[in-house]
């Protein structure tokens, strides 16, 4: 049923829109990027072909399985899919990526990041409708190669495991979700197309979640591609110090105070870390560096100094 309706959308589309206006699709046959191979083909990604309404739970089983999460589509429907809506919300894909210890991230809104991760070897998850706005039909599906001989990709798609589809219908259909695109990946594993502040707020939403040891990792990859990252760095210490191992904390601090002596975080972190190792005088004179840089975290600052001055003039038995 959904090839057919498909045929028939196809054939509604060219009616209605004639040649469709796809501003990336034409920037990239105007332009086509000379450092990507013409044709991939990641003919290894597995396909889950979809039941009614369930692409969502196909869709994401696709992606998962790909990056060595093995999950049927059965087991991520109480996960994902929402019988109200019938469908799935992209809060809840990203949440049940980072729940299985994979990191979801947010493709930019672009048709060629799309394909620069397909030619790296990484699956490219995507929203579309298949309809039109006032009447439409969310889609999730699979981006698994392209070829730009031909202008074209290729999806695994609601049951057909190779859709071809035209790069300017696609986009036709994936700007209604504002160009929604996600990858699922391992923690040892940055997006060819990652930013350093996007990558670093995925890893920061996966450490929220729970899954410090998988942040942990992911925040060292992330000082692997942006050695002087300050949020790769505070990351890093923040989640070593969840999970109790204070001298790598330490480490992890110390270097964000050496590659940013005017972050305030950085120091008042490093202060609190020898606090709770009982290095108060250290302590010190990282908590009065921090207060002494102000700015937005200054109340913190000056809580974790009193705090440490409280320590230097208790008991020693009470420390």
Known sequence: MFAGRLAGILFLAGTLVGCAIA???????????????PRV????????????????????????TSAGVALTP???????????????????????TRRNGLLPY????????????????TPVLVLQNMLVSWYPLWHYAVVIGYDLDKSRLILRSGKNPRQVLPFW????????????????????????????????????ALEASGKAAAATTAYTSLLARWPSSLAGEIGLGNALYARGQLREAEAA??????????????????????????RLPEALQAAQHAVGLGGPFLPASQATLRSILDKETAPASAR
């Not at 059965?74 to 994902?80: F, G, K, R």
């Open 41 to 64: 083909e990641l003919a290894a990604v597995p396909f889950f072909p979809q039941d009614d309404y369930q692409c969502g739970p196909a869709a994401l089983a696709t992606v998962l």
């Open 23 to 37: 501003p990336q699709t034409r920037l990239l046959e105007q332009n086509r990027p000379t450092d990507l191979p």
């Open 253 to 278: 601090y110390r270097r964000a105070t050496k590659d940013h002596p005017d972050s305030a975080p950085a120091f008042n972190n490093l202060a609190q870390t020898l606090a709770d190792q009982g």
């Open 169 to 204: 219908y696609f986009e036709h259909t994936w700007a209604f979700s504002d160009h929604w695109a996600m990858l699922a990946i391992r923690a040892d594993h940055v997006p060819e197309t990652a930013s350093e502040h996007g990558y670093a707020s995925a890893v920061a």
């Open 106 to 121: 947010v493709l930019a809104p672009q048709l060629i990041d799309v394909l620069r991760e397909v030619a790296s070897g």
């Open 74 to 96: 059965e087991t991520l429907v109480d996960q994902v899919y929402l019988p109200a809506r019938k469908g799935s919300l992209q809060v809840e894909m990203l949440a049940t």
